[in-house]
């Protein structure tokens, strides 16, 4: 019999889902929600109102923050908006003017727009240490007195493994570095504690529902308290005064790192968004997943199907992964029999969120061992 949940947490009708489609897609794109047509409209509508309605902006924006910090258990003045994780990393390692004989622990499987910023700089003198031992474990151990940041994303993007951040803390804390995470493949069903880390980021447009444009900074202002960017714009400034004789001084919060304007229609979404799923408790959306999670890695060990991702739910997310070269035409297959995957870097993965039931596994089951049959 089933372990998975037989109904679904959120009414698959609140969301614009395909007819007749399994969607198990979390991971890559979440279907987007009705209720987000009201938002943009509004959007359209605040836009369109001069100076008045760029102060509706601004509200919905503020809004937000303090939405957010209520997801992740912090501060409203300790949330900021980027565009994307990529750019917010960047603007934290080049505050920290990396020099020399220091040194930044990276795993070798990490995300790119995580680890890519490193990388990018040519002839760079610090060092990248990217750790071939791919667990908690293996990332402290990689830490030393000349480590000057710890980077990890909370859930794998590869293979949905689920880190221990504290394990993490302690070894940042032991040599005094800072420890800055990606809760982009968590946020939204797992709950979050952002204040382990020093600084943290997310997308928007997967499990937290909303949509691509804007991704969430954290910085932990009790833990940094004197944090200054070296890159700023109009919006991340504390004065509108029209000289700068006196040099320029930031906003005295995360909205420093916002230094342009905020994709503000992207903010609208999320808002609408983290309104929707403040009707949950994460733990309880947390317990709904893993009851998809492990119900699907179950029955692929029954079929002697290998997967990439670790059984216990306590070390993985709401993805599970197979890691194997026909990859690609599994997920072409699965999708012709309608039942929507993720696909990449020589992976299949299936993920789950509240719009998913029990029924979506036996379908993800059903399309998968059809499209492992022989031709």
């Given amino acids: ?66 939405q957010m910090a209520a997801l992740w258990g912090v501060r409203p003045d300790e949330i900021g908006w ?16 990396l020099k020399q004989g220091d040194n930044v622990c990276v795993m070798a499987s990490e995300y790119p727009s995580v680890v890519a910023p490193l990388l990018a700089r040519p002839q760079a003198e610090y060092e990248t240490r990217r750790v ?4 908690s474990e293996g990332l402290a151990a990689a830490v030393d007195e000349h480590t000057r940041a710890v980077l990890v994303s909370y859930v794998s993007y590869l293979n949905g493994e689920r880190f221990d951040l504290q394990v993490l803390r302690q070894a940042a804390d032991a040599v005094g570095a800072l420890l800055i995470v990606d809760f982009t493949q968590a946020s939204g069903y797992l709950p979050i504690m952002a204040s382990i880390t020093d600084f943290a980021f997310s997308a928007s447009y997967k499990w937290m529902l909303g949509m691509t444009g804007t991704a969430t900074a954290y910085w932990n202002r009790q833990r ?22 006196n040099g320029i001084k930031l906003r005295p919060d995360a909205m ?15 808002s609408s968004a983290l309104d929707y799923l403040s009707g949950f408790d994460p733990a309880r959306i947390q317990a709904h997943v893993h009851g998809l999670t492990t119900d699907l890695l179950s029955r692929l060990a029954k079929h ?51 719009y998913n039931c029990g029924a979506d596994v036996d379908r993800v089951e059903s399309a998968l061992l059809d499209a492992l049959a022989p031709r």
């Fill in 224 to 245: 940094v308290p004197d944090w200054r960017p070296i890159s700023a714009g109009w919006h991340s400034l504390a004065s509108d005064a029209t000289g700068y004789d």
């Fill in 132 to 135: 071939s031992r791919c667990s």
């Fill in 304 to 354: 002697g199907i290998a997967s990439s991702t670790p059984e216990d739910p306590a070390h993985h997310g709401a993805s599970v992964c197979l890691s194997r070269p026909d990859a690609h035409e599994l997920h072409t297959r699965m999708g012709k029999a309608d039942v929507l995957t993720w696909n990449g870097r020589g992976r299949l993965r299936i993920s789950f969120h509240g």
């Fill in 256 to 270: 420093r790192f916002t230094r342009g304007n905020p994709s503000h229609a992207s903010l609208y979404v999320l």
């Fill in 1 to 66: 019999m089933s372990s998975s949940p037989i109904r679904p947490l959120f009414d698959p009708a609140d969301f614009r889902i395909p007819a007749n489609v399994s969607h198990v897609c979390a991971g890559g794109e979440t279907p987007f929600l009705l209720r987000h047509d009201e938002a943009l409209a509004r959007y359209a509508h605040d836009k369109s109102q001069g100076a008045p309605g760029r102060e509706a902006q601004e509200a919905v924006l503020e809004r937000a923050r303090e």
């Fill in 82 to 97: 980027v565009s994307n994780v990529a750019e917010g990393v960047s603007l934290v390692l080049d505050s920290l003017q």
